[in-house]
């Protein structure tokens, strides 16, 4: 089955600064990257993802990259804020028509934003 | 839209004892996917119910089992709960979009302990 691997576990960085969190997978079939924010005591929201047939997605301070190639992608955050504060989760599923829903995520990364 | 709803979000068992865990998916969303989150496991895929029919399983013992209404609301129940049982237990239902492409909203969770 799928495998996805996350790093780094855990990740400071001051007010203003950028973060970057990368993970890999191991299905080369897996077509559908999303990224989760996790606040305490909360359910997972989705912040941003990615189809395998783009290379990039951005959405204001938050960008995701993917390379197929290499069976990595990765979460770029700029000009950080407290509020980014949390943990952050990527996932990996193959997504077929109505073939269901399965997320593999990672282990997950804890931001924290010093301000 | 309300998002979706889970009850309990909290409770306490004792080992052997069974647990019936409720979620109610957004509006219009037909799939709905219970995931287990624990410090040392992360968040790991139970089954995906479609239609009220399981769709996908994950690598569970047959203790954990769910069921999906025709109003799509679905229940989860853990027989003969075990210690190792204690995590937040996670909902997360979806809707098929155009070009067949399914995102998963995730419920806040039910906080389950095992003593």
């Known amino acids: 089955g799928e495998n996805v691997e996350q790093h780094p576990s855990t990740l400071s960085v001051q007010e203003g600064d950028s973060a970057v969190i990368k993970c890999t997978y191991s299905d080369s079939a897996s077509n559908y990257f999303p990224w989760y924010k996790q606040e305490l005591g909360k359910g997972p929201q989705l912040i941003i993802d990615i189809r395998s047939n783009v290379g990039e997605k951005k959405d204001q301070r938050i960008a995701v990259t993917l390379n197929k190639t290499a069976k990595h992608f990765s979460l770029h955050i700029t000009e950080t804020q407290p509020e980014d504060s949390a943990v952050y989760f990527c996932?990996?599923?193959?997504?077929?028509?109505?073939?269901?829903?399965?997320?593999?995520f990672g282990g997950g990364t804890r931001l924290m934003v010093k301000p | 839209k309300a998002g979706v709803t889970q009850t309990p979000r909290y409770l306490i068992k004792t080992r052997g004892q069974q647990v019936t865990l409720s979620c109610s998916p957004i509006s219009g969303h037909r799939s709905v996917s219970w995931y287990q989150q624990t410090p040392g496991q992360g968040l790991q895929f139970l089954f995906e119910?479609?239609?009220?029919?399981?769709?996908n399983k994950g690598n569970f013992p047959g203790r954990f089992s769910g069921r999906q209404f025709s109003n799509s609301r679905s229940e989860m129940n853990v027989s003969t709960l075990e210690l190792g049982d204690s995590a937040l237990y996670l909902c997360?239902?979806?809707?098929?979009?155009?070009?067949?492409?399914?995102?998963?909203?995730f419920g806040p969770g039910t906080r389950l302990l095992v003593l």
């Open positions: 119910y479609f239609s009220e029919t399981q769709r």
């Open positions: 996932a990996a599923s193959i997504r077929l028509y109505n073939a269901g829903n399965m997320l593999t």
């Open positions: 997360a239902s979806s809707t098929v979009a155009s070009g067949g492409q399914e995102t998963q909203y």
